[in-house]
């Protein structure tokens, strides 16, 4: 990187960017390959938009940045860092990953359709890996796969890929050497090649992340790698919620957001308050004849999807998974349901043998979030409530990969700082009522099997 791409870089990356260093390499032994650029927040850096090579709208990754490039003779050179690192899941909770450059996931790789790009792969890693560049159009050589396209990258090595971006779309790049370890340790990041014409399906906002997920044991600080399917943090781009960053939008931007899903299970992706398009798959752009509204949509493993959508309704709209145990944090799965059995008895018992004990669940879950929170039960250090963060009425009694989409009127073009609460016009809110319900009859059916769902009787309304 020279001086002038640096400040170029700070200048563009002001938002968070304290955490960004650059570390010179040794200059004898690397002299022709760029300096590692590492991160060491777990935020969401602002886009870096490019300043040598063809113009683009750049991407926001959730909870991430991009990587800057070093121009070489009209070749874009990166330079990915495989490493351990220490990723901050959400406040309460650090992870023991292997990521690149400082962080899991890795830095996005943001180039232009056509563009030559050259990735130097250092690593620092353990054990021998390789990036696969999935998705990509390139010679079969630099497909990453070890053993079958080119030896492993032996610890403390340098390996170089270089090839054409030829496709335009959302890509991923990941380790394919001792694969299922490495992506259980957070190895993963994506990649985006603009299309050439940067008028092409332009957005107002562009976000990307990914779907990944860790097995850490309340209380530890490492993934167990061994684990096949059953994964208990859920995670967007190494992160749960309320570590989630919202996705800050400006009322009637037309938005795009990128998702791709390297976990073991498929996530159905789902939007509040607006429909979207799925404008983008693995393949490529689809065209808009082929597209129709939806407001989840599934993306299985291995897939990358971006969806559309204008951002018309102003509020804080849940944007989530919704396979519900993946918008919870890591719990004991072995507690067992509660609902409806009176413990007064058996506790009695129990606690005598055991005075620590604690009934979970006769009315529900959510009287667990109210424990944790207000009676600061006692996690295991390093662990997350399996339910929580709060909302302006009360707590969310969610983790996991959840977060919000905050659309606002008024916002400057660039501006991704988190407005804070929406303000609901009076009179939008739902909210309590008084009503008698002994005057309300529990309605039959009819003979013909038809329900009757009308209450006859009026409601008696008080408050507005
Ligand atoms: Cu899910």
């Not at 260093?21 to 938009?49: D, F």
């Not at 490019?50 to 926001?60: E, H, K, M, N, S």
């Not at 990941?174 to 993963?188: I, K």
């Given at each position: 990187?020279?001086?002038?791409?640096?400040?170029?870089?700070?200048?563009?990356?002001?938002?968070?960017?304290?955490?960004?260093?650059?570390?010179?390499?040794?200059?004898?032994?690397?002299?022709?390959?760029?300096?590692?650029?590492?991160?060491?927040?777990?935020?969401?850096?602002?886009?870096?938009?490019?300043?040598?090579?063809?113009?683009?709208?750049?991407?926001?990754?959730?909870?991430?940045?991009s990587l800057?490039w070093?121009?070489?003779?009209?070749?874009k050179?990166f330079?990915l860092?495989?490493?351990?690192?220490?990723?901050?899941?959400?406040?309460?909770?650090?992870?023991?990953?292997?990521?690149?450059?400082?962080?899991?996931?890795g830095p996005t790789i943001e180039v232009?359709?056509?563009?030559?790009v050259?990735i130097?792969?250092?690593?620092?890693?353990?054990?021998?890996?390789?990036?696969?560049?999935?998705?990509?159009?390139?010679?079969?050589?630099?497909?990453?796969?070890?053993?079958?396209?080119?030896?492993?990258?032996?610890?403390?090595?340098?390996?170089?890929?270089?090839?054409?971006?030829?496709?335009?779309?959302?890509f991923?790049y990941?380790?394919?050497?001792?694969?299922?370890?490495?992506?259980?340790?957070?190895?993963?990041g994506s990649w985006i090649?603009?299309?050439?014409?940067?008028?092409?399906?332009?957005?107002?906002?562009?976000?990307?992340?990914?779907?990944?997920?860790?097995?850490?044991?309340?209380?530890?600080?490492?993934?167990?790698?061994?684990?096949?399917?059953?994964?208990?943090?859920?995670?967007?781009?190494?992160?749960?919620?309320?570590?989630?960053?919202?996705?800050?939008?400006?009322?009637?931007?037309?938005?795009?957001?990128?998702?791709?899903?390297?976990?073991?299970?498929?996530?159905?992706?789902?939007?509040?308050?607006?429909?979207?398009?799925?404008?983008?798959?693995?393949?490529?752009?689809?065209?808009?004849?082929?597209?129709?509204?939806?407001?989840?949509?599934?993306?299985?493993?291995?897939?990358?999807?971006?969806?559309?959508?204008?951002?018309?309704?102003?509020?804080?709209?849940?944007?989530?998974?919704?396979?519900?145990?993946?918008?919870?944090?890591?719990?004991?799965?072995?507690?067992?349901?509660?609902?409806?059995?009176?413990?007064?008895?058996?506790?009695?018992?129990?606690?005598?043998?055991?005075?620590?004990?604690?009934?979970?669940?006769?009315?529900?879950?959510?009287?667990?979030?109210?424990?944790?929170?207000?009676?600061?039960?006692?996690?295991?250090?390093?662990?997350?409530?399996?339910?929580?963060?709060?909302?302006?009425?009360?707590?969310?009694?969610?983790?996991?990969?959840?977060?919000?989409?905050?659309?606002?009127?008024?916002?400057?073009?660039?501006?991704?700082?988190?407005?804070?609460?929406?303000?609901?016009?009076?009179?939008?809110?739902?909210?309590?009522?008084?009503?008698?319900?002994?005057?309300?009859?529990?309605?039959?059916?009819?003979?013909?099997?038809?329900?009757?769902?009308?209450?006859?009787?009026?409601?008696?309304?008080?408050?507005?």
């Open positions: 990187m020279t001086t002038m791409d640096r400040r170029n870089f700070f200048k563009y990356a002001g938002l968070g960017m304290a955490g960004v260093a650059v570390s010179a390499v040794s200059k004898v032994a690397l002299a022709a390959i760029p300096e590692i650029i590492t991160s060491e927040v777990a935020n969401t850096q602002e886009p870096l938009y490019p300043d040598t090579g063809r113009p683009y709208q750049p991407v926001v990754t959730l909870n991430g940045w800057p070093k121009m070489n003779n009209g070749v050179e330079h860092v495989a490493e351990p690192v220490v990723r901050e899941i959400a406040p309460g909770m650090k992870a023991n990953l292997w990521g690149y450059n400082g962080q899991s996931p232009v359709e056509g563009d030559r050259r130097f792969v250092t690593n620092r890693l353990p054990e021998k890996t390789s990036v696969h560049w999935h998705g990509q159009r390139l010679p079969n050589g630099m497909d990453g796969v070890s053993g079958l396209t080119q030896p492993a990258i032996e610890p403390g090595k340098t390996f170089v890929y270089e090839f054409e971006a030829k496709r335009p779309g959302t991923m990941h380790p394919h050497a001792d694969e299922m370890l490495q992506m259980a340790m957070g190895m993963m090649t603009h299309p050439k014409n940067p008028k092409f399906m332009p957005v107002d906002r562009d976000f990307v992340f990914l779907l990944n997920a860790y097995d850490i044991e309340p209380g530890s600080f490492t993934p167990k790698v061994n684990t096949m399917l059953d994964f208990n943090l859920w995670t967007w781009n190494s992160r749960a919620f309320p570590g989630i960053d919202p996705l800050v939008v400006r009322k009637n931007d037309r938005v795009r957001i990128r998702v791709g899903n390297l976990t073991m299970t498929n996530h159905p992706i789902h939007l509040h308050g607006h429909e979207f398009e799925v404008t983008g798959t693995d393949g490529g752009w689809v065209p808009k004849t082929a597209r129709w509204p939806e407001v989840t949509t599934d993306v299985a493993v291995g897939q990358m999807r971006a969806i559309e959508f204008v951002a018309n309704e102003p509020g804080d709209w849940a944007f989530h998974c919704h396979k519900s145990h993946h918008t919870m944090n890591a719990m004991g799965h072995s507690f067992p349901t509660m609902i409806g059995v009176k413990q007064g008895d058996l506790m009695k018992k129990i606690t005598n043998l055991v005075p620590d004990y604690m009934p979970m669940g006769e009315t529900g879950m959510s009287e667990m979030t109210d424990m944790s929170e207000m009676m600061d039960m006692p996690l295991p250090k390093n662990t997350l409530p399996m339910m929580m963060g709060n909302g302006q009425f009360g707590s969310l009694e969610m983790g996991g990969m959840f977060t919000t989409v905050k659309v606002r009127d008024g916002l400057a073009r660039n501006d991704y700082k988190n407005p804070g609460d929406y303000k609901h016009p009076s009179g939008t809110v739902a909210h309590i009522v008084e009503v008698d319900l002994t005057k309300i009859e529990r309605q039959k059916p009819h003979v013909d099997g038809e329900l009757e769902v009308n209450v006859r009787k009026p409601i008696n309304h008080s408050g507005h």
